[in-house]
């Protein structure tokens, strides 16, 4: 750390991508800028789609690759979890970075994500908590540009702490494909809504001849609305989005209300 910035104290970091993805490499990066007490408690396989779940039917394993960094057969979930109730010595984290994700996660990817759910769950647990994922565009041959979110994340995540947010809100920041642009415009952001089906189902066949098949996404064409994370990031912007897990729809809940509460 530059000894210039002051620490921001004990961060945990995890992901979903599992603990050998190249995302980790960059995300233990940023938070070497950050602080000199970084811990690291990650899956330890790929865990992508596997949103906020947790483990109760397998036994949960955990391995200590060296003294702050762990691999854990589980979740996103789990890690944090593990981290905060086993793993952890002394201080709880001031903050959770979980990430950076290989890929965006925007619009109807939250609800998906594994990255996502682990900033979920250090904020259920108390914590400020921020999901980092890197967009990349797919010209056939894949990229993904983590040199964004390694340039950009130290001061994005420090002028969030500044301006700080509320205790039951996540932030979601997606970085875009743009490497070698030295300043990135951040902005606030609603989630988004894909205007068409992107996902895709491959079917091939197995050596045996039985079907098997792939989820596959096809590149967005959307035109999505200003002020949304899609239009921001697809315009070279930071997006930072304001996540709450109270999913209570205000507005149909006072529709029903008024529906339904006729006595
Ligand atoms: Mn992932």
């Given at each position: 750390m530059n000894v210039q910035e002051k620490s921001i104290g004990r961060i945990l970091l995890t992901n979903d991508d599992g603990i050998l993805a190249p995302g980790l490499v960059a995300m233990e990066k940023i938070a070497a800028q950050l602080s000199d007490d970084v811990w690291v408690v990650a899956p330890e396989s790929e865990q992508s789609g596997a949103?906020?779940?947790?483990?109760?039917?397998?036994?949960?394993?955990?391995?200590?690759?060296?003294?702050?960094?762990?691999?854990?057969?589980?979740?996103?979930?789990?890690?944090?979890?593990?981290?905060?109730?086993?793993?952890?010595?002394?201080?709880?984290?001031?903050?959770?970075l979980s990430g950076v994700n290989r890929g965006q996660n925007m619009a109807d990817d939250v609800t998906y994500s594994g990255t996502v759910a682990g900033a979920m769950e250090g904020t259920l647990l108390g914590l400020p908590s921020i999901a980092l994922s890197q967009a990349f565009e797919n010209n056939g041959e894949v990229v993904v540009p983590f040199d964004v979110a390694v340039a950009h994340g130290p001061r994005i995540v420090r002028r969030l702490l500044d301006v700080g947010w509320d205790r039951n809100v996540l932030l979601n920041v997606n970085f875009p494909d743009r490497s070698g642009v030295e300043y990135l415009e951040l902005k606030a952001t609603a989630q988004g809504a894909r205007d068409e089906a992107l996902q895709v189902v491959d079917e091939r066949r197995d050596p045996r001849g039985d079907s098997y098949y792939w989820y596959g996404f096809k590149p967005s064409q959307s035109q999505p609305p200003v002020g949304t994370d899609l239009r921001a990031v697809q315009d070279g912007h930071i997006s930072v989005t304001p996540l709450h897990l109270d999913l209570t729809h205000d507005a149909s809940r006072n529709t029903l209300a008024r529906l339904l509460e006729t006595g």
């Amino acid at each position: 750390m530059n000894v210039q910035e002051k620490s921001i104290g004990r961060i945990l970091l995890t992901n979903d991508d599992g603990i050998l993805a190249p995302g980790l490499v960059a995300m233990e990066k940023i938070a070497a800028q950050l602080s000199d007490d970084v811990w690291v408690v990650a899956p330890e396989s790929e865990q992508s789609g596997a949103s906020h779940s947790l483990t109760l039917s397998e036994p949960i394993r955990v391995h200590k690759i060296h003294a702050r960094k762990f691999a854990v057969r589980g979740t996103p979930t789990d890690c944090v979890m593990m981290a905060m109730m086993r793993i952890i010595d002394g201080a709880r984290p001031d903050l959770v970075l979980s990430g950076v994700n290989r890929g965006q996660n925007m619009a109807d990817d939250v609800t998906y994500s594994g990255t996502v759910a682990g900033a979920m769950e250090g904020t259920l647990l108390g914590l400020p908590s921020i999901a980092l994922s890197q967009a990349f565009e797919n010209n056939g041959e894949v990229v993904v540009p983590f040199d964004v979110a390694v340039a950009h994340g130290p001061r994005i995540v420090r002028r969030l702490l500044d301006v700080g947010w509320d205790r039951n809100v996540l932030l979601n920041v997606n970085f875009p494909d743009r490497s070698g642009v030295e300043y990135l415009e951040l902005k606030a952001t609603a989630q988004g809504a894909r205007d068409e089906a992107l996902q895709v189902v491959d079917e091939r066949r197995d050596p045996r001849g039985d079907s098997y098949y792939w989820y596959g996404f096809k590149p967005s064409q959307s035109q999505p609305p200003v002020g949304t994370d899609l239009r921001a990031v697809q315009d070279g912007h930071i997006s930072v989005t304001p996540l709450h897990l109270d999913l209570t729809h205000d507005a149909s809940r006072n529709t029903l209300a008024r529906l339904l509460e006729t006595g």
